[in-house]
């Protein structure tokens, strides 16, 4: 048999009177110790700078003893002077107006910048659309000019397509006034062939 023990603390009720071991100037003490330190004031904390000594209950009780105290002795809260309060608003005032005019000299800045840039390229637009149209022009001047030139190249291709059917008509022309020439020059030949025999054949009777 595993016998559970019960916890009595568990059973007692807890009373948030301090206990007797720990006096609150101890805990006072503990306070002043860890606040001059720069450390969190805990009741961890209070204990382990009290030697790890005294219940968080007791110490818990006089911390909080020790802060409605301090809550006593600081009284309630300071009013703000009224001339205090009017040079502050005066003061915050002065600044939002000063804001709002160096904002509004940004944005005019800002504008009239925006502005120039658009005006320039506005110019630099108008002197390209200005080169573009003369480049048209002179492109269209050269379309022109190939026109033309199509043109005549067309005619000189009839030009010379003519020259080249007169030239083989004059060529066949030429052939065959070459052959009635050959033809008459063989004729030629062979009747003064045909006379220089009968010359010959005269003259031979005569001589007999």
Known sequence: MVTIGVNPLRNEKRSTM???????DDVKSAVSELERRG?????????????????????????RTLREGRAEVQGPPRQIPSE???????SVTSLWTRAQELARADIE???????????????????????FDKQQDHVDQMQTALDQ??????????????????NTSLKHINESLFGRLDSHTHAVET???????????????ESS
Do not use: F, Y
């Not at 205090?84 to 005066?90: D, G, S």
């Not at 910048?113 to 659309?129: D, F, T």
């Not at 030139?149 to 007169?166: D, F, K, N, P």
């Open 39 to 63: 450390e969190a004031v805990t009741q961890l904390a209070v204990r382990q700078a009290l030697g790890d000594t005294g219940s968080l209950t007791t110490i818990g009780a006089h911390l």
């Open 149 to 166: 030139l199509s043109v005549q190249l067309r005619s000189a291709e009839q030009v010379r397509a003519a020259l080249e059917a007169e």
């Open 84 to 90: 205090l309060t009017q040079a502050m608003e005066q």
């Open 18 to 24: 301090p206990r007797s071991g720990i006096k609150l």
């Open 191 to 205: 009747l003064m062939s045909k006379v220089s025999r009968e010359v010959t054949s005269s003259d031979l009777e």
């Open 109 to 131: 800045a800002i504008r009239q910048a925006a502005q120039g840039r658009v005006e320039a390229a506005e110019k630099e637009l108008e002197a390209l659309s200005a080169a």
